[in-house]
């Protein structure tokens, strides 16, 4: 059961990066270690590089940090990654009602949204409860899509 968090995004800033690079390491530390990819300073650092606060959001709980996600337009699609969100905070719901808010966004758009998680997480079944679909499977990532939820409406 889902408990109520008073929570809210804002868009990301430079400044952001050591704590959103901190996040993912602790976030993925145990799925890194099962899958035997876990390097202490690779993990920040591939978060560094490849780090765009125009298409990052930093997800706020009583206005501290708790968590990030990005959502990137690439072609036909938009690619949700950073998902992260402090492990105190995982199963209260907040994943799930910032996924609904961008998922509707994208819905407006009418392209589909795609994602890869890392294989055995437990987000995997997050991601599935919103309707996404495993695309593509290699040994350390699941790729899934989610179609949109209706069609764009045009004049």
């Known amino acids: 059961?889902?408990?109520?968090?008073?929570?809210?995004?804002?868009?990301?800033?430079?400044?952001?990066?050591?704590?959103?690079?901190?996040?993912?390491?602790?976030?993925?530390?145990?799925?890194?270690?099962?899958?035997?990819?876990?390097?202490e300073e690779r993990v920040r650092q591939r978060l560094r590089?490849?780090?765009?606060?125009?298409?990052?959001?930093?997800?706020?709980?009583g206005g501290a940090f708790a968590g990030c996600v990005a959502l990137r337009r690439a072609e036909d699609?938009?690619?949700?990654?950073?998902?992260?969100?402090?492990?105190?905070?995982?199963?209260?719901?907040?994943g799930s009602g910032v996924l609904r808010e961008l998922l509707a966004g994208c819905d407006r758009s009418g392209v589909p949204v795609r994602l890869n998680v890392l294989q055995g997480s437990p987000a995997r079944r997050l991601y599935e409860r919103h309707g996404f679909t495993v695309e593509a499977e290699d040994p350390v990532d699941a790729f899934m899509v989610r179609k949109p939820a209706r069609a764009p409406t045009g004049n």
Not at 16 to 31: F, P, T, W
Not at 49 to 61: C, L, R
């Open 1 to 39: 059961m889902a408990i109520m968090v008073d929570w809210g995004i804002r868009p990301a800033s430079v400044s952001d990066v050591a704590a959103v690079a901190e996040l993912r390491a602790v976030v993925l530390r145990a799925d890194l270690e099962r899958l035997g990819r876990y390097d």
């Open 49 to 61: 590089d490849g780090f765009e606060p125009a298409h990052t959001w930093v997800i706020e709980v």
């Open 77 to 94: 699609t938009h690619w949700l990654e950073h998902f992260y969100l402090a492990p105190h905070l995982q199963g209260s719901g907040i």
